[in-house]
T-cell receptor
């Protein structure tokens, strides 16, 4: 099975940088996804990592270490609209198989 | 283009009743997923279809839950003899079926069992 751990809550200041960590223990691995979910809305895709290293996409970057079962999402130049839940999800080792989600990290950005 | 569409957006039903939740995926997406989400938790996997067939139904909690996708497009999640514990937001997602393709979620159906 899959076990995914993320901090429950984080708080940061507008304009700052925040790093949200995710650790996982899985029986199979075909990539790790990060999603953003605003309250009352559906999750939306942010980033995907399948190889070790850093993927950068504008203000958002995501890092993966497969040997350590570890990923992080880095958000730079925080804006108030970044207040949301951030979900880490690991895809099964079948081609488009199920993704198992963590319980999400609720980020609050303060002025 | 149109995203994933789920109907109804809200459903209130009495304990013991039968409900159907509908999902219309993004056109051309071969993979379709059902998840449910309770407050403060991440989405919990229920079932995933590749085309018309259920490729993995290991997340269905018991035999009261069943899902179909007869023509490889629209899917219906069916819950029999609903229980108060079934109350949650039921999310549908679709993807293009590639290993690196993300899930595109609908806005969900909020099911309340009274």
């Amino acid at each position: 099975g899959q076990n995914i751990d993320q901090p429950t809550e984080m708080t940061a200041t507008e304009g700052a940088i925040v790093q949200i960590n995710c650790t996982y223990q899985t029986s199979g691995f075909n990539g790790l996804f990060w999603y953003q979910q605003h309250a009352g809305e559906a999750p939306t895709f942010l980033s995907y990592n399948v190889l070790d290293g850093l993927e950068e996409k504008g203000r958002f970057s995501s890092f993966l270490s497969r040997s350590k079962g570890y990923s992080y999402l880095l958000l730079k130049e925080l804006q108030m609209k970044d207040s949301a839940s951030y979900l880490c999800a690991v895809r099964d080792n079948t081609n488009a198989g199920k993704s198992t989600f963590g319980d999400g990290t609720t980020l609050t950005v303060k002025p | 283009g149109a995203g994933v569409s789920q109907t109804p957006s809200n459903k209130v039903t009495e304990k013991g009743k039968y409900v159907e939740l509908r999902c219309d995926p993004i056109s051309g997406h071969t993979a379709l997923y059902w998840y449910r989400q309770s407050l403060g938790q991440g989405p919990e996997f229920l079932i995933y279809f590749q085309g018309t067939g259920a490729a993995d139904d290991s997340g269905l909690p018991n035999d009261r839950f069943f899902a179909v996708r007869p023509e490889g497009s629209v899917s219906t999640l069916k819950i029999q003899r609903t229980e108060r514990g079934d109350s949650a937001v039921y999310l549908c997602a679709s993807s293009s079926g590639q290993y690196n393709s993300p899930l595109h979620f609908g806005n969900g159906t909020r099911l309340t069992v009274t």
